[in-house]
């Protein structure tokens, strides 16, 4: 990486960790191609990261040399994968610094993490001897933001839906920061759990829990936090960030499809009722009723995404060898970089901060009057990939007064040169629709 002026007023340290970006790209098979006879310049890591050979290599090996059901057989083969699979789980665990390696429960996605909690809501509410901080129905209270992903908008709504409670949110600023001027009366004693965003997958913010968690813990309600695009980025420590659930998924991070994450407290694990049903997960079973197996089992019915964990825990090693703190700070360079480098770009809007502190590596913005599908086909022409559209985000492109937002966002492998090559293309973009 060249070295960066930041003039919008975030320091450069000498003793920040550093890595060569190079020898990091060079891991990265895909990066090698063109696109429309250009080099290929990737910026939708917020949409899905690439994947490194060593990764490729583990998926690839894991099928080849030892594929097998897990949790079910005592031959050599069952074995060596349930130990690769669980393998996999310890390393996530340290990863994310879990108290327990029971406390990760593997899913599909982030989206199902987040559906798994919901439905362990309205599940114990049918249930006379369900723990009382997961029965919900009329008169009780789900808080989200207007910031959220769909995925963690809908699933809440059909709670309420499904349950008679009721939805609120925190608005967001012009600044595309959460408004917390009422926090007192919007998460109250009617409040059962508060689900928010860590890190806006479309403005980019990062948002600072600490006030609402204080406030969450003072109400007795529950915390769940989105991760999907801070785990990737930041280095995460569930015990700092006192939250009671966190959610992320491993395509993002390096990892393959197909794997996501839930975390979660013990203690809550243990109270809480499947949401799936079959193998795996129970503890007896007769025709008349069944029991059910001790956390995380409990909720990964039937057969799980076994290759995909194990290539996850293979990403998790490939980031913790570059080190996360790194990564961060790779990235707020860049971010400095790009923020000022767009801003020369007459207009351009972005949305969210325009500063690099409590922001990530994704930028939003609009280019004039001109549509973002066709700003991003001129943008593929160049070779140059971002997304488009309103990124599963509806209510912030309504809550900004627009249909649709451009994407660029970064990983540990993009480059300045890449970020040159996107200011090139808008500049292209402004000539064709000019």
């Known amino acids: 990486m060249t070295s960066i002026a930041i003039p919008s007023g975030m320091p450069q340290y000498d ?20 696109v429309n006879g250009h080099p290929l310049v990737y910026l939708d890591s917020a949409n899905t990261s690439h994947k490194p050979r060593q990764v490729l290599d583990v998926l690839a090996e894991h099928y080849a040399r030892h594929n097998a059901n897990v949790s079910r057989s005592v031959h050599t083969l069952g074995t060596e994968a349930t130990e690769a699979y669980e393998g996999a789980r310890a390393k996530i665990a340290a990863f994310i610094n879990a108290p327990s390696v029971d406390e990760v429960v593997f899913t599909k996605n982030s989206t199902e993490a987040i559906n798994l909690v919901a439905y362990a809501f309205s599940n114990a509410s049918l249930r006379p001897d369900a723990d009382p901080r997961f029965r919900i129905g009329p008169g009780d209270e789900i808080v989200i933001s207007e910031m959220e ?11 309420a839906e499904r349950t008679g409670a009721t939805l609120r949110w925190f608005p967001v600023t012009d600044h595309g920061r959460l408004d917390e001027s009422g926090l007192d009366d919007l998460v109250t004693e009617r409040t059962k759990i508060v689900s928010l965003v860590h890190m806006s997958n479309i403005l980019g913010t990062v948002n600072a829990t600490a006030r609402i968690t204080q406030r969450v813990r003072e109400v ?23 939250a009671d659930f966190i959610v992320f998924t491993g395509h993002k991070m390096c990892g393959p499809t197909g794997i996501g994450v839930l975390w979660g407290r013990s203690e809550l694990l243990a109270a809480m009722p499947p949401v799936f049903g079959g193998g795996s997960m129970i503890e007896t079973v007769t025709m008349a009723r069944s029991t059910f197996a001790a956390p995380p089992a409990r909720f990964e019915a039937g057969t799980p995404p076994i290759a995909e964990a194990v290539a996850l825990g293979a990403a998790v090693d490939y980031l913790t060898g570059i080190g996360m703190r790194a990564i961060q700070w790779h990235e707020k360079e860049l971010t400095a970089y790009a923020l000022d480098a767009l801003a020369t770009v007459p207009g351009l809007r972005v949305f969210g901060p325009n500063v690099p502190v409590g922001r990530g590596g994704t930028i939003s913005f609009a280019l004039g009057d001109v549509h973002p599908h ?15 559209g309103h990124h599963c985000a509806k209510p912030v492109c309504t809550r900004f007064g627009v249909p649709a937002m451009t994407r660029a966002s970064f990983y540990l492998y993009t480059t300045t040169e890449e970020i040159d090559a996107l200011v090139a293309g808008l500049e292209q973009v402004r000539k064709v629709f000019d």
């Open 149 to 159: 992903h769909h995925s963690n908008i809908v699933p809440w709504q059909l709670l």
């Open 220 to 242: 007795g309600a529950l915390l769940l936090l989105d991760c999907s695009q801070s785990v990737p980025h930041l280095p995460m420590d569930v015990v700092d960030y006192d």
């Open 374 to 388: 066709d700003v991003g086909q001129v943008l593929d022409s160049l070779g140059v990939q971002v997304r488009v």
């Open 15 to 34: 003793d920040v960790p550093r890595f060569d970006v190079a020898r990091v790209r060079a891991d990265f098979p895909i990066l090698d191609r063109e």
